[in-house]
């Protein structure tokens, strides 16, 4: 895909202040061919242009999972293997690159081909997090994100966006944040990258040998983390209604680590790569630092999901590591209190 013209990037800033094709074919000096032409670069981009008649406005709002259905197959035998990590918040100042590339590397040497990714990858900008990230920008936050996401050879990452984080330059730009992001992994030359949409995916899980087929959610839900870890997982799956519960369910955004099984789902809440935040720590939520790989047997005749074993890798804070032992390579610490003296 290519970069948009300097008319197309005009154009996207331009709508902004102007609604009318009057007031924009003078404002960008331009003729109506070229701005039609420009207005199409920038859909293909993602950018959600909204034109009614003689008006021009930018959306602002994304459908739940838009970018459609997605199926895995099982192995003959009706196995899974899936890794599973979210809450990345790269561009953050407390990001946890170290523990992100040991998951990845952990998911190789497991012989993983799918993770599944609940959101918040990049950690936006907001009033309240602009102290605390190292990269500004939309452009500059996806670009960081396809330098420094990591990339195992054979190993996909199929990822929802949330509508907080990412989700606040989707809509302060008007654009599909999740098909934008795929976008810059592929001017970056990744093509490990998969957009499964706004929010939250269904993905189906197909038996190989039998065809039969049930179903995993993907999902960023909203509000705040409760005082039981299992809480909002319960009341998440309490609110599906009847027949359209999915068999598992991996649920980002909360920054914990937890498996429960409510209502015949499986559910697992991914953990986080992201250290304690100043705004976590002023409303009082802990961190789960880590990610995971599950596995699943389905029955070849039912396509019910029958077994579920999950396996969690936990990290700690970078202090932890400073002079006592490594589980993911070096880090920068600063220097730790002994006996009273630095």
Partial sequence: MTKPTDLASRLHAAIRREKTTERLLKTLETTPRKLTSAAKQLEKRGVLVVRDGDRWRLETGVAPGASGEHEIRS????????????????????????????????????GVKYV?????????ESHFNKFDIHTHGLDAQLEYLAQHYPHRQGITTHAIAGEDHEGWYGRRE?????????????????????????M?????????????LSRMLL?????????????????????????EKP??????????????????VHCIQSGC?????????????????????????????TGAITRCRVEFFTYFNRGFYNGRWSQSGAVTLPKRLRRGKL
């Fill in 75 to 110: 192995s003959a035998s009706g196995e899974y293997l899936i890794g599973f990590s979210a809450d990345q918040h790269l561009g953050s100042k407390y990001e946890r690159l170290d523990v992100l590339n040991d998951l990845y590397d952990k998911f190789a040497a497991a």
């Fill in 116 to 124: 599944a990714n609940a959101g918040n990858w990049i950690d936006g």
């Fill in 247 to 264: 068999a598992v369910i991996v649920i980002g955004h909360y920054h914990k680590q937890s498996y429960n099984q409510f209502r015949n």
């Fill in 219 to 243: 999902t960023h839900p909203g509000g705040g983390s409760s005082y039981a870890v299992s809480y909002r997982p319960q009341k998440i799956v309490e609110s599906l209604e009847g027949g």
């Fill in 200 to 212: 939250e995916a269904f993905i189906g899980l197909r038996h190989a040998k039998s065809g039969a």
């Fill in 174 to 198: 008007g654009v599909d944040i999740g098909r934008h992001a795929e976008i810059a992994m592929r001017e970056a030359g990744r093509k490990d990258w998969r957009n499964l949409g706004f």
């Fill in 273 to 301: 790569t992201q250290d304690q935040t100043p705004f976590m720590r002023k409303k009082g939520l802990q961190a789960h630092i880590g990610g995971g790989i599950m596995e699943l047997t389905q029955d070849a005749e």
